[in-house]
């Protein structure tokens, strides 16, 4: 075990020089998206690009599916939870997985949110990033793309954010992906962390 502890140690230094997902100092603090519209992001999104993480290498075919856990209050324009659902394919073993989750935003325009699994996170993922907490859609166009980012202190360390691109379909085009890398760079977050997705052969049932 402490082996293993040491072994992480030593991944987290060689990811701090190559990959910059961690900095010192504070989470950095990102304004809500202006005018969000909660039911426009709902639906289906399929995970594209995300920045490396080592815990998340074995999966694949990553999907969400946003849903209002209240009908009504989506009529009403209420802040309501989202009910997020987590599909996922193991490439190793090919089983598949789903996660349940709800999404609590800040304000009826946020599009800062509260998450919490309903099915505990196995602990290795809990460690370096938990897969509760705040998580934020910094920018979406609703149609073609969200870019998702959380970000976890590390107490006196610094902190550790991730980035994730979702796609209303499994790839994007040329135009559409240079939207995303634009939109990423006036955020002072660095493209180069993103590491394209594994979604070959996923099944259309997913
Ligand atoms: C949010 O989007 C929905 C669906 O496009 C639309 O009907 C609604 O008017 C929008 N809400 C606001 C406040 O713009
Ligand atoms: C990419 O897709 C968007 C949205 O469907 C479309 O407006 C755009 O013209 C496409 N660009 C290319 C190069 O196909």
């Given at each position: 075990?402490?082996?293993?502890?040491?072994?992480?140690?030593?991944?987290?230094?060689?990811?701090?020089?190559?990959?910059?997902?961690?900095?010192?100092?504070?989470?950095?603090?990102?304004?809500?998206?202006?005018?969000?519209?909660?039911?426009?992001?709902?639906?289906?999104?399929?995970?594209?690009?995300?920045?490396?993480?080592?815990?998340?290498?074995?999966?694949?075919?990553?999907?969400?599916?946003?849903?209002p856990e209240n009908?009504?209050?989506?009529?009403?324009?209420?802040?309501?939870?989202?009910?997020?659902?987590?599909k996922t394919i193991?490439?190793?073993?090919?089983?598949?997985?789903?996660?349940?989750?709800?999404?609590?935003?800040?304000?009826?325009?946020?599009?800062?949110?509260?998450?919490?699994?309903?099915?505990?996170?196995?602990?290795?993922?809990?460690?370096?990033?938990?897969?509760?907490?705040?998580?934020?859609v910094l920018f979406?166009?609703?149609?073609?793309?969200?870019?998702?980012?959380?970000?976890?202190?590390?107490?006196?360390?610094?902190?550790?954010?991730?980035?994730?691109?979702?796609?209303?379909?499994?790839?994007?085009?040329?135009?559409?992906?240079?939207?995303?890398?634009?939109?990423?760079?006036?955020?002072?977050?660095?493209?180069?962390?993103?590491?394209?997705?594994?979604?070959?052969?996923?099944?259309?049932?997913?």
């Amino acid at each position: 075990m402490m082996k293993l502890i040491g072994f992480g140690g030593f991944v987290c230094g060689f990811l701090l020089v190559t990959v910059g997902g961690y900095g010192f100092g504070r989470c950095p603090k990102y304004p809500s998206m202006p005018k969000f519209n909660l039911t426009r992001i709902l639906g289906d999104w399929y995970e594209v690009e995300r920045s490396f993480y080592l815990p998340e290498i074995a999966s694949g075919c990553t999907k969400l599916a946003f849903q209002p856990e209240n009908e009504n209050a989506v009529k009403l324009n209420n802040i309501f939870r989202l009910e997020v659902a987590i599909k996922t394919i193991n490439r190793l073993t090919g089983s598949p997985s789903i996660n349940i989750g709800y999404a609590t935003p800040e304000s009826s325009r946020s599009s800062i949110m509260d998450f919490k699994f309903n099915t505990r996170f196995p602990d290795v993922i809990s460690r370096l990033l938990p897969g509760s907490g705040k998580y934020q859609v910094l920018f979406s166009d609703y149609d073609n793309f969200a870019i998702l980012w959380s970000c976890a202190s590390l107490g006196p360390i610094g902190y550790a954010d991730q980035i994730w691109i979702f796609g209303r379909d499994r790839d994007f085009n040329v135009t559409i992906r240079s939207k995303i890398y634009d939109s990423l760079k006036r955020l002072g977050l660095e493209p180069d962390r993103l590491v394209i997705s594994k979604n070959k052969n996923c099944p259309i049932t997913l």
